[in-house]
């Protein structure tokens, strides 16, 4: 998985509860993505990161916030976690060049 | 509102044939056109890509066409063989920032 890890891999948690995925690279690339991934929508993205601190918002942020404060790592919070947030969630890391390199996933379960 | 759509849901074909996948577009910005294949369990991986200089791409059993006027690409998947059963997915990009997936093809190749 081009030297990415995605943690935990599963979780289930409660509606109302607040929940932080986190993603780790060993790639050294500038540029990270996390996504939703939900039957009939293929692929959505909810934040992405162009450089330490640098963050901007995909087509789905609304309930989620990020932070990189290093170049290997970047967090996915759900403030208060609602059962639509219940998805598998894929960080991705990307190059200069446009090229984008997924992690395992992350299986959430918000009952 | 889709940005990518991508056609058929769903695709059978027997060993050796030729399945083809389109998707389109209406943002004339995107720049970057990848094609991602995804297993079970799995995480998407990067399967070939093109940008809008150029109308084809080959790589292995892999091909992309792309029509910059009508806004257009299909991967093409030569010599199908079991093991290419997966779920794919198109997507589209504008200088690497934020990506827009089509909801994806499962394609079964029967032996």
């Known amino acids: 998985d081009a030297g990415i890890t995605q943690s935990p891999r599963h979780k289930v948690t409660e509606t109302g509860t607040p929940v932080t995925l986190r993603c780790h690279q060993t790639?050294?690339?500038?540029?990270m993505y996390w996504y939703r991934q939900d039957p009939g929508h293929g692929l959505r993205l909810i934040h992405y990161?162009?450089?330490?601190?640098?963050?901007d918002k995909g087509e789905v942020s609304d309930g989620y916030s990020v932070s990189r404060s290093k170049t290997e790592d970047f967090l996915l919070t759900l403030e208060s976690a609602t059962s639509s947030q219940t998805s598998v969630y894929f960080c991705?890391?990307?190059?200069?060049?446009?090229?984008?390199?997924f992690g395992p996933g992350t299986r959430l379960t918000v009952t | 509102q889709q940005q990518v759509k991508q056609s058929p849901q769903s695709l059978i074909v027997q060993k050796g044939g030729i399945p083809i996948i389109n998707c389109a577009y209406e943002?004339?910005?995107?720049?970057?056109f990848p094609w991602y294949q995804q297993f079970p369990g799995k995480g998407p991986a990067l399967l070939i890509a093109?940008?809008?200089?150029?109308s084809e791409k080959k790589e292995g059993r892999f091909t992309i066409s792309f029509n910059k006027s009508a806004k257009q690409f299909s991967l093409h998947i030569m010599d199908s063989q079991p093991g290419d059963s997966a779920t794919y997915f198109c997507?589209?990009?504008?200088?690497?920032?934020?990506?827009?997936f089509g909801t994806g093809t499962s394609l079964t190749v029967i032996p």
């Open positions: 990161s162009y450089g330490v601190k640098d963050t």
């Open positions: 997507a589209a990009s504008r200088s690497g920032n934020q990506f827009y």
């Open positions: 093109i940008r809008p200089d150029v």
């Open positions: 943002n004339t910005a995107f720049d970057y």
């Open positions: 790639e050294n690339h500038r540029y």
């Open positions: 991705a890391i990307g190059g200069n060049l446009h090229e984008q390199y």
